[in-house]
């Protein structure tokens, strides 16, 4: 090994799609020139979107080739493949996004495309903001296909109200679209496949509809999918693995682990070989530290700690900090 394992930090990537706004930058304090920030890619192991190092010895190289370097040291002895298997992100949906699906890993594998289930944990949101998630009862292909030519998609998806610190799942081949006015931490398989089935009329910057993939979707889409997809909130305890703080897990499904922690005193990370422990601090300010130095990370930073390491902590600054923490199972 190179260079002894450290907690990584990174610079966002950031894409203007033409839905976004800049609440992102805005909210976290972000030093960034005036722009859209649809989407801010937090870690990210992508040819389209590759993460650099923002700190320590490894700062200004990029994530694969700390995998490279650090290998299961960094990722842990639990994820399989070679890179980093997740997509941690921020969105700002300042208009709707387009009526979409992704495939799942059973319909990637027959009709193409890079698997991809994820979900969503509402930072911040609109009053009256939503989500479409999933198929009402009852609609099948053709009721779907008449939506489609009648643009007629309130008939036949399911609306979730959501609000701050509300989460929605989303398998592969679950129809979905965030509507305007969320502010949301999405965390997905590391894929970047999209089938859009609708856009709402709208044109992109050449003037143009966006391409849309109908039939594409109507392969990958789970019509029998009737499960809710609002996740039920987390069961918060005192304890449970956090010293003296509350922490409880939003979501956990066969790709990654989503917990939050009420960070009101100092704790000493678990040692987690099998998998690393990627944090975002969604509000205050939090400091980590290692035998080898520390890290301040204000609202809106995200960090990752390689699974080898050992004798970390972290611990809020000024007042209590509300954590997020994505490991794989």
Known sequence: MAEEVYPLCFKPVYKDYL????????????????????????????PEGMSAIT?????????QEAIDMWGRALLG????????????????????????????????????GEAKTEMWY??????????????????GPEQFKR??????????????????GDAVFIPGGRVHAIDAGCLLLEVQQNSNTTYRIYDWGR??????PRELH??????VITWDDNAEPRLPPPEMKKGAGCGGNT??????????????????????????????QAFFVAEGTVRMQWSGGEEALPAGTTCMVPAAMTGCRIEPVGGDADVLRITVP
């Open 55 to 63: 700190n320590g010895a490894l700062a200004g190289r990029t994530l």
């Open 247 to 276: 922490c409880g897990v939003i979501c956990r499904n066969p790709y990654f682990i989503l917990s939050r922690i009420e960070l009101s005193n100092s704790l000493d990370l678990p040692e987690t070989p099998e998998t690393f």
């Open 77 to 112: 002895s639990h994820v399989k493949g070679e890179g980093f298997p997740l997509l941690i992100k921020l969105i700002d949906s300042r208009q709707c996004l387009s009526v979409q699906v992704h495939p799942s890993d059973e319909t990637a594998a027959e009709f193409g």
């Open 147 to 164: 939506a489609i030519e009648e643009q007629s998609f309130a008939e036949v998806l399911k609306t979730v109200p959501v609000g701050k």
């Open 19 to 46: 839905w976004g706004g800049d609440w992102i930058v805005r909210k976290y304090n972000r030093q960034a020139p005036p722009g859209v920030y649809a989407e801010s890619w937090e870690v990210a192991d992508r």
């Open 203 to 208: 044109v992109g910057a050449d003037g143009r």
């Open 214 to 219: 109908v039939d594409k979707a109507m392969e």
């Open 122 to 139: 509402a930072l911040d949101a609109a009053p009256g903001a939503q989500v479409y998630a999933g198929l009402k009862p009852g609609v």
